[in-house]
């Protein structure tokens, strides 16, 4: 064995400027991008601990959701004089403890959000792509029915359905997720048309591949940024809608810890314990908050042209 | 023009037509109606007996078409709560709505105009940070939440406003800066979109290379034709803002369109609320209709795609 020659050095040496002078490589470009981002970092972690909170609220909460106690009503968070360690941010009206119930919430908001956004995401980017592909008379179609769908006020049809046909927190769900999915048959729609008249797409056709290996590995690949970034903003409106619908009284139902829901139930006690609104209030808007920011940073990020 | 504006006529009344198909299958089909009215204690032959007298009875189509024949004239049926004309109600409450509408939609622009010609004109700099950053907060902030946190504060810490009822223009505030701050971000996105665009342009350049005042580059030239997309948008969230109205309503006891609903949504007031979504549907038809014809009226290249 001998040791390594001069010209073994010089050829590791002309490797590792060989990847200095190279770009570095797209995927590597984009992480850099993606941790760069503020808004990505921020509404990344926060989204992920709200996302751990809710998974394992039942390990993590201090008391059962539902358990009163009537001995220990409206106790103020431990920020307060009155406050104590018990109950870290206090108790509701029934003592029941408000950050168990926080807790639990995540898990409901979460649920409704993702669910509601995947059917909607369904619905939604198959009329989209549909239109986009096929344009001509299934284009003029799916406006149609996309322009009839944007006329029908959504919280107001939500809430009648609800009404009619009963509240459970699955029925919110699908009717939240049939109302919302707008905005990814138009997003979809535009996207599909930007790529349907490219090489690539054209020369798949070439080929003879059949329509459906043409929309799943030529189109979808390609617009599934877009399709990621038109998700999260969905998730987001879906919270808040179920939020509002709980806060009316027709969402999610008593005594479910739902943010909407304890808004609406500590309402008539916000002028002597504010901080029963504030709470589960603030809780909603973070996490609204972070799901947009991490929407609007992959945006930037995934596909900066459609930054407005 | 002509030509355009009647196939989007045409488009228009379809889509109406299409929504009242819609809204009333949904509530007719989701729920009993005459169960709805008998209330709870009724027997199977008053509910039988309802049916027979309100028409419940009769075939689907038959009493769509019915039903729909007389809301082109101008008559929705009477409430199953009120028992009175379920067209004069809302037409009482209507103005209303209106009211709280115009002043939010007041309130979005002459917030979100500016912020977004400042954006512009400093584009990534802090004050583009800040406008950008008061529209994230914006999209996030639940609309209810918003509007008790404005209650606690103006109404009850500080007493400085009204908070329920719509007795003089100070019950508006509000009520209108809780509506109208969740379209600001649309807005204000758009405004400063469009003047990036526009500042960026060849005319403007020759504008100010001819030696005008900023000033004058800036509004007369463009903003003018920045703008034209945010009339057209600030037209279609005032639909939305109607049809968003409820929420802002209950909270603020406003005896508005939105209000209205809500309580006939607890009633189970079938024919109102059916009204209520075919009356707000059709403002949001006619208020596109219009932004559209207004686009192509101001960008000739529209017209003829």
Redesign the interface.
């Known amino acids: 064995m001998s040791p390594p020659s001069a010209i073994d050095a010089a050829t590791t040496g002309t490797i590792a400027s060989a990847a200095q002078i190279l770009e570095p490589s797209p995927a590597v470009l984009l992480r850099r991008r993606v941790f760069g981002h503020a808004g990505i970092t921020i509404g990344a972690t926060v989204l992920l601990v709200i996302f751990v909170v809710a998974l394992l609220a039942p390990v993590l909460s201090p008391y059962d959701p539902l358990a009163q106690d009537l001995t220990q009503r409206v106790i103020p968070p431990v920020w307060h004089e009155a406050g104590t360690w018990a109950h870290p941010l206090g108790t509701d009206q029934f003592g029941r403890d408000y950050l168990s119930r926080l807790m639990y919430g995540a898990r409901i908001s979460l649920l409704i959000g993702f669910v509601a956004m995947l059917i909607s995401g369904v619905i939604g980017t198959t009329l989209g792509v549909a239109a986009g592909y096929f344009g001509g008379r299934v284009d003029m179609v799916v406006n149609f029915i996309i322009t009839t769908r944007l006329s029908m006020p959504v919280v107001l049809v939500a809430l009648a359905v609800v009404s009619l046909v009963g509240n459970s927190l699955w029925i919110v769900i699908w009717v939240l997720g049939l109302l919302i999915w707008d905005r990814f048959a138009v997003v979809m729609r535009s996207s599909t048309q930007q790529v349907r008249n490219l090489d690539y797409v054209a020369a798949a056709k070439a080929l003879g591949c059949s329509t459906v290996r043409i929309l799943m590995s030529e189109i979808m690949p390609n617009i599934v940024n877009n399709l990621i970034v038109v998700a999260t903003i969905e998730v987001a409106h879906a919270v808040l809608l179920e939020a509002a619908l709980s806060f009316l009284g027709l969402g999610v139902q008593p005594p479910a810890p739902s943010w909407g829901l304890m808004v609406s139930e500590a309402k008539g006690m916000m002028f002597f314990d504010p901080w029963l609104i504030g709470i589960p209030g603030a809780a909603l808007f973070a996490m609204v908050l972070s799901i947009n920011l991490l929407g609007d940073g992959l945006r930037d990020v995934t596909a900066p042209e459609n930054r407005n | 023009m002509l030509h355009y504006a009647l196939k989007r006529l045409g ?1 228009a009344i ?3 037509l ?2 009242s198909m ?2 009333f299958s ?2 007719h089909l ?2 009993d109606p005459a169960m ?1 009215l008998a209330g709870e204690s009724a027997t199977e032959a008053d509910i039988e007996n309802i049916r027979h007298v309100y028409g419940y009875d009769r075939p689907f189509l038959v009493q769509y078409v019915s039903w729909l024949g007389n809301a082109l004239r101008g008559d929705f049926g009477r409430s199953h709560y009120l028992k009175t004309e379920v067209a004069s109600v809302i037409f009482k409450r209507l103005p209303t709505t209106m009211i709280l509408g115009g002043c939010a939609l007041g309130f979005a622009l002459l917030l979100s105009i500016p912020l977004g010609v400042l954006a512009a004109i400093r584009p990534n700099t802090i004050v583009d940070r800040i406008a950008l950053s008061i529209a ?2 914006g ?7 918003f509007a ?2 404005l ?2 504060w103006f109404g ?1 810490e500080w007493r400085l406003l009204p908070i329920t009822g719509t007795a003089s223009w100070r019950n508006f505030i509000m009520p209108s800066v809780a509506l109208g701050y969740y379209v600001t971000p649309a807005v204000m ?2 405004t ?2 469009g003047m990036l665009e526009v500042l960026a342009s060849d005319y403007i350049r020759t504008a100010r290379a001819k030696g005008l005042r900023p000033g004058v580059v800036l509004f007369k030239h463009a903003l003018r034709n920045a703008i034209i997309p945010v009339v057209a948008l600030a037209a279609v969230q005032f ?2 803002m ?3 109205s ?2 802002i309503e ?1 909270i603020f006891a406003i005896n508005g369109l ?1 209000f209205l ?2 309580e006939s ?2 009633r ?1 007031d079938l024919p109102m ?1 059916q009204a ?2 075919l009356v ?2 059709c403002f ?2 006619v208020l ?1 209709f219009l932004a559209d014809m207004l686009n192509a009226f101001l960008d000739p290249r529209i017209r003829v795609a």
């Open positions: 488009v379809l889509v109406a299409t929504v819609v809204t949904l509530l989701t729920g709805a994230v907060v999209q996030a902030l639940p609309s209810f939440w008790l946190i209650i606690f009850i996105r758009l400063r979109a639909g939305f109607l049809g968003g409820i929420v209950t939105g609903a809500w949504i607890q189970a609320m209520i979504v707000l549907a949001y038809i596109t």
